[in-house]
């Protein structure tokens, strides 16, 4: 199968001071030079020439360009899975008022030319081997994977259309995902659109965020093609056309667990596990990557196969349940039907939230996914993508 499930990358952190951050930044520039492997970017800004004053105490004056944030990024062709940040500590007062932040791609770290496969716990041993190996190639600053701590993790679920839901398109598919519950406390992120002069959310993705936690589901074909203009404008290559066509069908489920998330998931580490000193055992091990994927995916999508409104209503009706009950189920999927997403349901239901959210889980145990399939479709299931990644014979869950 193409479809996969694990994590695709980490970050790691780690304290500096700022005779050690000027001698790192002199390593990454002596580096860049001698190799033309790397380039340093100010955050957000185009690569630049780094001239320095060198003291006669080996010491660097440090340029003013020298205070900003920075990025080094491998160069498209000699791409190591690896990013580095270097950006000051506003965390509050600390000796080391530096932090060098490091993301990493297990499966492109460890020699495997894939950007669509989620990375597993199985690709670590060779990742951390390759990434101390880098790191000893820049400088000794850099220090090797046990250095660090982890302070988010991105699990995903990489869900191969053609395969999950063969009857449908990833269009299609994301257009119902788009529709589906935003959890208490989460909020929808919306950018604001030039031309209606209103916030909007993104129309190629589903994306929910908190302050521990963000989710992101999108069709891989069109995050590629976005991120490959923005290296352009920063003056890297273009993301090669073979790598955005070897995306097409994936959609994405990731989960963006931040410092706050990961913090929470360490203090439930069982002594066994804490031999680690920055817990990757256990943070990247398969049943947390599962059992992450699916709490949001169930808090979100639910695991309910869609159907039209017609074949919903019929289910509901061969319970014969009271003629209550029946027509809450009845009304709310009209309504969903009607004002074409849950969120905006919800707001429009003339009962309270309560009664709203109950609702949603009759339906949840009636196996019906509250969003119904748009009747030009002419389509009258669509089996729970997740769901089928996990068991294609569509038995049961996960």
């Known amino acids: 199968m193409r479809s996969s499930i694990g994590f695709h990358t980490i970050s790691l952190s780690m304290l500096l001071g700022k005779d050690s951050l000027q ?6 520039r002596t580096y860049s030079a001698t190799t033309g492997l ?42 190591k899975g690896i990013e580095w ?3 000051y500590n506003s965390w509050g007062n600390d000796y080391k008022p530096y932090i060098v932040e490091v993301k990493i791609n297990p499966k492109i770290l460890s020699g495997i030319s894939d950007y ?30 046990s250095c660090y701590k982890i302070n988010r993790v991105d699990y995903c679920a990489n869900l191969y259309i053609p395969e999950v839901a063969p009857n449908c398109t990833p269009e299609q598919i994301m257009n119902l995902i ?41 069709y891989k074909t069109a995050e590629f093609q976005k991120r490959s203009k923005e290296r352009e404008r920063m003056g890297l290559s273009s993301i090669p056309q073979t790598t955005i066509d070897s995306s097409q069908g994936i959609i994405r489920f990731e989960i963006q ?38 709490h949001y995916w169930k808090e979100t999508i639910g695991w309910a196969p869609w159907y039209s409104l017609q074949s919903a209503i019929g289910l509901i009706k061969l319970n014969h349940f009271n003629s209550q009950k029946e027509d ?31 609702t949603l889980k009759d339906l949840d145990k009636l196996r019906i996914n509250p969003v119904t399939i748009p009747k030009n479709w002419g389509i009258g299931r669509i089996w729970n993508p997740l769901e089928s990644s996990y068991s294609p014979t569509y038995l049961g869950f996960p």
Request: include cysteine.
């Open 23 to 28: 001698k790192l930044i002199k390593d990454f």
């Open 328 to 358: 809450r189920l009845i009304d709310v999927l009209k309504l969903v039907n009607q004002c074409r997403s849950v969120p905006s349901a919800k707001k429009k239901y003339w009962g309270d939230e309560a009664s709203f959210n109950r």
């Open 178 to 218: 788009q529709r589906s519950n935003i959890p208490r406390f989460f909020t929808e992120r919306t950018e604001r659109d030039p031309i209606a002069h209103r916030p909007k959310s993104d129309p190629n993705s589903f994306y929910l965020k908190n302050s521990c936690v963000h989710i992101n589901c999108y």
């Open 257 to 294: 667990c931040k410092y706050r998330k990961i913090y929470d998931f360490c203090k439930n580490t069982t002594p066994s596990w804490n031999q680690c000193c920055n817990k990757y055992k256990y943070l990247l091990a398969d049943e947390i990557c599962r059992e992450t994927i699916n």
């Open 116 to 145: 669509i496969t989620a990375a597993t716990y199985k690709d670590m041993p060779t990742a951390i081997a390759n990434f101390n190996c880098e790191s000893r190639k820049i400088s000794s600053l850099l220090g090797d994977f």
């Open 38 to 79: 790397i380039k340093i970017f100010p955050v957000d800004g185009k690569a630049v020439t780094w001239d320095c004053q060198y003291q006669g105490d080996g010491t660097v004056e440090m340029d003013p360009i020298f205070q900003k944030n920075l990025k080094i990024v491998h160069c498209e062709e000699s791409d």
């Open 85 to 87: 940040l270097l950006r």
